[in-house]
């Protein structure tokens, strides 16, 4: 029996502290739970309480007051399949309106000096979508080897054709300082009497074929070459061009001084149309180069201009006829005249010399005024009136 009392005693004695302990445990518990938040701020507090009181899920989150403002807008960049930036499509352009056909067409004919002519009237008819350039030039073509090329056949189909010509620009020339091929020609030297007089009945035969069909023509003259021989047979074709295209009614334009020095000799540059100066013909010396050509086409362009104007200016309106009058034996009444605007006045009148002795309208110094003298006023002069001299005053 003792020995079972020792051992109840002994195992008491061992579980009193296990109880004391949890009891101990369950007090802190107890406080930490219902401590208030200044006792929250213990570390053992705050563990024990973690073990005995249950947390949220989501605490709330400390609102604090913030500005309002709009997302910027986002661009997207659509990416390629290496991770490269996919070209983004470009904006659709607005629709253009559809321009205008041309209505006035020019044909540009002659030798390959006429060729390259052609393309500086159309750089500088580029701005005028009215005007088409139509290129009939011919390289190593002229008015003597017609037996090569013949311009008279060409010009007749040209005119005679379905295509619409308002004016015709002639530049002819650099390849006729040769001998005729026909037979009964071949024995005529270059530049002689008979063969000019030929050479001149082409150019007029060349010229007409326009002028029957109402076309206008423009001849352009050679300009100045580096070869003296060249050259001398330029000035009689420019010559011969001048006098025999102007009398069927053709539009001579002198390019000769355009591209020479104040010498009138030959000069490979010069000033261009903006007054720059460079490069105006080719290593040739003959032809233009593309800058010579439209310092050439600048020199036309104003002729041209004229028959543009003349061409497509509109038609005036009519004026109204006569009303005729409803009562038998009354004139016509004519319809009111429109009122015409003022006559402009001029910027300064007529300028007199206050020195220079007065001249009659023959030229003869102005006579004195003839007939008998004026005889003053001989009214008696009021006194204090404006015409009262006498002295003293009264």
Not at 112 to 128: I, R
Not at 200 to 207: G, M, P, Q, S, T
Not at 285 to 306: L, S
Request: hydrophobic residues 40%; proline residues 12%.
């Amino acid at each position: 029996m003792p020995s079972a009392r020792r051992q109840k005693d002994s195992g008491s004695s061992r579980a009193a502290p296990v109880r004391a302990f949890v009891a101990l445990l369950l007090a802190l518990g107890l406080c930490a739970a219902w401590a208030p938040p200044a006792l929250a701020q213990n570390p053992i507090a705050d563990f024990f309480g973690s073990l005995f009181t249950p947390r949220r899920a989501n605490p709330p989150a400390e609102r604090r007051p913030h500005k309002r403002y709009r997302r910027p807008p986002t661009t997207v960049v659509r990416r390629g399949p290496n991770g490269e930036a996919a070209p983004q499509p470009a904006p659709a352009a607005p629709a253009e309106a559809p321009k205008a056909p041309p209505s006035f067409f020019i044909a540009v004919i002659g030798d390959s000096q006429a060729n390259l002519l052609a393309d500086g009237l159309a750089q500088v008819l580029a701005d005028d979508p009215r005007v088409a350039i139509l290129d009939r030039a011919k390289d190593d073509t002229g008015l003597v080897r017609d037996d090569f090329y013949d311009w008279r056949a060409a010009a007749k189909a040209l005119a005679d054709g379905p295509q619409h010509i308002d004016v015709a620009v002639i530049q002819i020339g650099i390849n006729d300082n040769q001998k005729f091929r026909q037979p009964e020609l071949r024995g005529l030297d270059p530049l002689s009497k008979p063969f000019n007089d030929i050479y001149a009945k082409r150019v007029e035969e060349l010229a007409r074929i326009f002028r029957d069909k109402h076309i206008p023509v423009i001849w352009v003259g050679l300009p100045i070459m580096r070869s003296h021989t060249l050259s001398n047979a330029a000035l009689v074709f420019n010559d011969i061009d001048r006098q025999y295209a102007e009398a069927q009614g053709a539009h001579y334009v002198d390019l000769w001084e355009a591209f020479s020095d104040e010498n009138s000799a030959f000069r490979a540059s010069g000033p261009d149309i903006n007054g720059v100066i460079v490069r105006l013909r080719s290593v040739d010396g003959v032809h233009f180069n593309k800058a010579g050509a439209v310092k050439a086409a600048h020199f036309v362009e104003p002729e041209i201009r004229k028959i543009i104007e003349a061409a497509l200016k509109p038609p005036e309106i009519p004026t109204q006829p006569a009303t005729p009058s409803t009562t038998p034996g009354a004139p016509a009444t004519l319809p009111a005249a429109p009122p015409q605007a003022p006559a402009p006045k001029p910027i300064a009148g007529k300028v007199e010399s206050l020195t220079a002795a007065a001249v009659s309208p023959g030229g003869a110094l102005a006579a004195a005024p003839s007939g008998p003298p004026v005889a003053p006023d001989a009214a008696p002069v009021q006194p204090g009136r404006a015409d009262d001299f006498s002295w003293p005053a009264k």
